[in-house]
């Protein structure tokens, strides 16, 4: 079982930036993708990066440029830097954790609002 805990949301006018954090529990931390999706009121969950063990990223068209995530293995916490938010990054955002083997696991969310 892994356990995950994200942290760093809040309220923020547009323009502004964030950093969400992701600490995980257990010891496979360092072979595992994790990742960041987000859910907006009424919309499907959809994702928004991910982080390879071998430190690959890959983002949606409309995190590209302005998000950035990355991961310390050390102290086994994923993170994701948001800059030049927009009213539509407002959603929930979640971590997720992933192994070789497909066993996943998923953050409770933490609320990340932009205000016009």
């Known amino acids: 079982q892994v356990q995950l805990v994200e942290s760093g949301g809040g309220l923020v006018q547009a323009g502004g930036s964030l950093r969400l954090s992701c600490a995980a529990s257990?010891?496979?931390?360092?072979?595992?993708?994790m990742g960041w999706y987000r859910q907006a009121p009424g919309k499907q969950r959809e994702l928004v990066a991910v982080?390879?063990?071998?430190?690959?990223?890959n983002y949606a068209d409309s995190a590209k440029g302005r998000f950035t995530i990355s991961r310390d293995n050390t102290k086994k916490t994923v993170y994701l830097q948001m800059n030049s938010l927009k009213p539509e990054d407002t959603a929930v955002y979640y971590c997720?954790?992933?192994?070789?083997?497909?066993?996943?696991?998923w953050g409770q969310g933490t609320q990340v609002t932009v205000s016009s």
């Open positions: 257990g010891s496979r931390f360092s072979i595992a993708v």
């Open positions: 997720r954790w992933t192994s070789p083997l497909m066993e996943s696991y």
């Open positions: 982080i390879t063990p071998g430190y690959t990223t």
